[in-house]
């Protein structure tokens, strides 16, 4: 009895554990579920947060979502402002081409206050290049015969002084000085034995001196054979030498407003032509045969000159005082050819 009885209040018992264990399943795993969520809301708002204060940062541009920047820029704050390029314009400059100022901004020469005491010449082109030669033109090569003087001091008949020990002088052949025109120039002159020599041309060879023939000064014909060999086969042209000095002019003794003289020294190319600045214009002066331009009345003496050598180039220049027998210098000089 006592065994029946203790079945039959058992019963309910099980009955109850067998609803209720699914209930209480049930109810963890909805409590789970809320956690889970709750905890995943906290987690995404911090984030949030995060990329709101990048973007700040930034200039409070908003990123696009899914760009490479997002995510980097969604997680860290960086601690300084992002290194980029300079554009093209605003490039730094290498020391080199920073030491060196813009063509445009360069600063103007600073010229002296005080009155200059020498000539100011100016340049520009009278003709085409050597149409104003004579007989002896840039480029032609001359065939001829060196013969040889005694040249002393190194004057002659250009008048141009003594040579200061340059003894690599020349008269040129009386046809070819074509009165005073060869004066100043300068000849290169080969021999058939492949030697050469350069000489400035001072003096002029008189007749029976043929076209072509050279009298060179011994200490230059020295240089291309010995002096016994009498007369040399040569060839010569003219040249434009690159180491030249600067032009002087020189007023002739007995120059005054009445009547004067004047003559170019150290011109690198031959003269054609010189003149003087007058009260109707320039005046074109007569060469002489000694190496001198002449104004007969007087017209010019004194005033502006201006010079052209056979290149067509010409030169005018100022402050020239009328000092007879001076050799004034210009600080100038014709063109290399």
């Not at 046809?175 to 034995?193: M, P």
Request: aromatic letters at 6%; glycine letters at 10%.
């Amino acid at each position: 009895m006592r065994t029946t009885k203790h079945g039959a209040e058992q019963g309910p018992k099980t009955q109850w554990q067998y609803v209720g264990i699914p209930v209480a399943l049930l109810a963890v795993g909805v409590a789970v579920c809320l956690v889970a969520v709750f905890l995943t809301k906290a987690d995404a708002e911090p984030r949030r947060t995060a990329g709101g204060s990048v973007a700040a940062a930034k200039g409070g541009v908003p990123l696009e979502s899914g760009s490479p920047d997002a995510t980097a820029d969604a997680t860290t704050a960086p601690t300084q402002p992002p290194v980029t390029s300079p554009s093209p314009s605003r490039r730094t400059p290498t020391p080199s081409a920073a030491a060196k100022p813009p063509a445009a901004k360069r600063t103007a020469p600073v010229t002296s206050s005080t009155p200059r005491t020498q000539s100011t010449p100016s340049r520009e082109s009278a003709g085409a290049a050597g149409s104003l030669a004579g007989r002896i033109k840039p480029g032609v090569r001359y065939d001829g015969v060196a013969t040889a003087y005694e040249a002393g001091d190194g004057n002659g008949a250009c008048l141009f002084g003594p040579s200061g020990g340059d003894l690599m002088i020349a008269a040129m052949n009386h046809t070819d000085y074509e009165s005073a025109k060869a004066c100043g120039a300068y000849v290169q002159v080969r021999a058939a034995n492949g030697a050469s020599i350069t000489v400035r041309i001072v003096n002029d060879c008189p007749l029976p001196c043929a076209p072509g023939q050279l009298d060179l000064s011994q200490q230059a014909f020295a240089k291309l054979a010995k002096l016994s060999v009498g007369r040399l086969p040569i060839t010569w042209k003219l040249l434009s030498p690159a180491a030249a000095g600067t032009i002087s002019i020189r007023y002739k003794d007995g120059s005054s407003q009445y009547w004067c003289g004047i003559q170019a020294i150290g011109h690198r190319n031959p003269l054609a032509t010189l003149e003087v600045e007058t009260a109707k214009g320039w005046r074109k002066l007569q060469r002489t045969g000694y190496n001198y331009f002449l104004s007969p009345d007087g017209s010019g003496c004194g005033k502006a000159i201006r010079i052209t050598d056979i290149y067509g180039e010409r030169l005018t220049i100022r402050g020239i005082a009328l000092r007879p027998e001076v050799a004034q210098p210009t600080r100038v000089q014709f063109a290399r050819h």
